[in-house]
Structures are given as C-alpha cells and as structure tokens.
C-alpha cells in the first residue's frame, strides 16, 4: 500500500508498506480521507516531541472497516467510522480520572502509530465511531476537530444571553461559530485578517467580522457589546491578539486560550486585574470522550461540512497540500487528503 512517512524534518516520503493485519482488539481501516492539521505542520518542522520519524503522519481521519480483529464485536466490515486519535496509557491518575487528553504518556495516532496518510490504518476498536453511511469524508475528517472545540465548549459552561469574542476564522475558529451561534449567545463577533475565511464566518452566523489590520477592534467590540464580551475565545493559536483582546473581555467574564501558542511566548496578565475584574482564564487540550457527541453532530448536519473542507487533493500530493496549507488560506480552510 502506498504511504506518505514523515523520515526527517520537513520531509515526507511516499513509501510502499506492506498492508498491516489487525491484532487482538484492532480494526484493519481503508481510509477513506484524512485531513491535513495544523498539527501536522508542526511535527515535521520537528516541533513535537511526541512524534518522532519515521511515522506515518495523519490524525484526522475517516474510513471504512475492511477487517476485524480478534474480540471486536462493536464493529463489523463496510461500517463508516471517524477515530479518536488519542490513546491515554490507561494507568496514570488522570487516565483514571477520565482526562485522558492529559495522559502522561498518551500513544497517539499519527504521532506514534501509523496514522491516516496511507491506504490501510490501524485502529483500536474502543476509538474508531460509527458513523451513518450518509457522512461522506467531509464530515469524517471533520469529526476529530469537532470533538476538540466541544472540549473546549463544554468547559465555557455557557450562559444564556451572553457575548462572545473569536479570535481567528480557519476551521477551528469556523467551528466555534457554528457552535456559538447554534447556543443561546445573543452577540457572536470573530475577527479574521483574511478577506475569504472573514466571508465565511458572516454566512456561518457571526454578527460582526472585524478585520484588526483595518479596523478599531476595541471599538467595534464595545460598540457592538457595551462593557466588553462574556467570552472571549482564541483560535489563532498567536499570544499578540489574545494580549490585544484581553481588555476587551467584562468583569466576571472568561477567556479561553484554544488555539495552540508557541510555548515560547506569553502573556502579560496582572494578578490584580485577574481580582479585580473576576476573570476567568482556561485551557482546552484534545477531546477527552467527545468524539461520540461529534459524530452526532456531523450526522444531524448542524455543522457546514462542505464549506468547510473545500479542497480535496490525492495520497501522492501531500507535500503539495502542506504547503498549500501554508500558503493557501485566502482560498483554503480544510483540505482532505484522499487515496489515489
């Protein structure tokens, strides 16, 4: 089978593997698509450390059952599933606790394992889901990320006629706005610096589009929400427009910081304003069990798949589409990765 393997810093290799066959426990998956994540990026410009070459790179994905190994029972060949990339060690006390996106020694798919950017993948069975035959591979790949941002969601623990402020409209960020807007916010603003993606989001539902290389965003924000925004929430994964929009948030309100930063930078926050105002400041890291809502979600169609992933580019193309990931995004948002 052909398979794109990350052997060393920004470099990936299209390799002839053999097709693997599944243990005890394990689906053998046809993959149907896979999406390209930021993540991705990142690990092949050697950022991550839990990913080391060679591997076969690709998280979100979606695919068919093509053979069950030994004790599988949920499953059967020719369902339609989304996976759950991420697998806690079981064992450490937040594994026990449920928290398996804090695992002390998760084994990831696409990091660790071989992931989705080949023909055949290996899944266990406990973090493939099923999905209906309907959700075509926009909805697949989808799943994974939507299972992140309704993490993040269920943490805001949101307030009914509330505001809320998303920084950042690529396809994290469009995801909280379907979201938000599906929730009881009564004000829904985003900025995005690209002319494409800030369109999106006004058809996706959110009220104001404020582009902050051209307009005042303080005042945009408190003109359309007087006293600041409940909620504040960072999709740009960049600290220079959480620092700018921080003020921007009112007293009892809450930021959530879900966009991954670089851990180099910061935050110049005062302990005294953090009192003073009651803020709250949190995180959101990989879905702990959400991924069964998500695929809910994708079926019920409340989520603008097709908008959403708007370029779909064959196995052999994968260098292609990581640049393009980079240098597309006035026209890109998703891009799915198919088997030739």
């Given at each position: ?182 929730s009881p916010i009564t004000t829904l603003i985003q900025t995005e610096i690209i002319d494409f993606r800030a369109k999106l989001a006004e058809e996706l539902g959110a009220e ?133």
């Amino acid at each position: 089978m052909k398979a794109a393997v990350y052997v060393s810093k920004d470099t990936i290799e299209m390799q002839d593997l053999p097709i693997p066959k599944p243990g005890v426990g394990e689906i053998l998956l046809k993959v149907t698509a896979c999406g390209i994540c930021g993540t991705d990026c990142h690990i092949l410009a050697g950022e991550v450390p839990l990913a080391k070459p060679p591997v076969v790179l690709g998280h979100e994905i979606c695919g068919t059952v093509a053979e069950l190994g030994k004790g599988v029972s949920s499953l059967k060949v020719g369902d339609n599933v989304c996976v759950d990339p991420v697998i806690g060690c079981g064992v450490c006390v937040w594994c026990k606790q449920g928290m398996t996106n804090l695992c002390d020694a998760p084994t990831i798919i696409g990091y660790k394992l071989p992931g989705g950017f080949e023909e055949y993948t290996l899944v266990p069975e406990t973090h493939a889901y099923r999905l209906t035959s309907n959700v075509g591979i926009e909805g697949g790949i989808l799943a994974e990320t939507l299972a992140c941002v309704l993490h993040g969601y269920d943490r805001l623990n949101l307030r009914a006629g509330s505001s809320a402020l998303i920084l950042g409209a690529g396809c994290v960020g469009l995801l909280w706005t379907e979201l938000l807007r599906k929730s009881p916010i009564t004000t829904l603003i985003q900025t995005e610096i690209i002319d494409f993606r800030a369109k999106l989001a006004e058809e996706l539902g959110a009220e104001i589009v404020i582009n902050p290389t051209r307009d005042n965003l303080k005042k945009a924000v408190l003109q359309a929400s007087p006293g600041g925004v409940d909620y504040l929430i960072d999709a740009t994964g960049d600290a220079t427009p959480i620092q700018e929009a921080l003020p921007l948030v009112r007293k009892g309100g809450t930021v959530m910081l879900f966009g991954v930063c670089p851990s180099q930078q910061s935050l110049a926050v005062e302990p005294f304003e953090m009192f003073n105002r009651e803020l709250t400041i949190m995180g959101s890291k990989m879905p702990p069990a959400t991924l069964e809502r998500a695929a809910r979600l994708v079926e019920s169609g409340l989520i603008s798949q097709k908008k959403l992933v708007n370029k779909v580019l064959p196995l052999s193309k994968i260098s292609a589409g990581v640049e393009l990931f980079h240098k597309g995004k006035s026209e890109t948002v998703k891009i799915a990765v198919v088997p030739d």
